[in-house]
């Protein structure tokens, strides 16, 4: 995985400007899956930026800027949940579209996220083919309008 793919540089134009590129942050600690995940979206031509820690994640967000925010449910620092709530709540990040993707697949884990505002659920183990093609519906259409 590119370093330039995986971190935007202070000051710089965003890549969906620059190249037309979609901006995915992923929000991910395991990083055996976070590496993997972001080869996936990369290959795709899509610029991914990587936070592994939840008390970081709404500050990187807020930088990025990014179309997609993939986020896991349990991370160090902070919840997946809090982290969505911020998301929504913030008018400059509500229409971010938000992907949960997480091991924790429970008919309330899923009612959760939905009633924070989620987009959509995926649970862990997931197909590589589902993932980056849900990645890419969500990329289509508005925040909200992907399902869940």
Known sequence: MSEQGRHRQEGAVPAVEAHGRARICLVEDEMAIAEAISFLLEREGWQVELVADGAAAIDAIRRARPDVVILDLMLPGRSGYDI???????PALAGTRVLMLTARGQERDRERAATLGVDRFMTKPFSNTELVGTVRVMLSGPA???GG
Request: glycine share 10%; charged share 50%; proline share 0%.
């Open 84 to 90: 969505l709530r911020d998301i929504k709540a913030d």
């Open 144 to 146: 909200g309008e992907a």
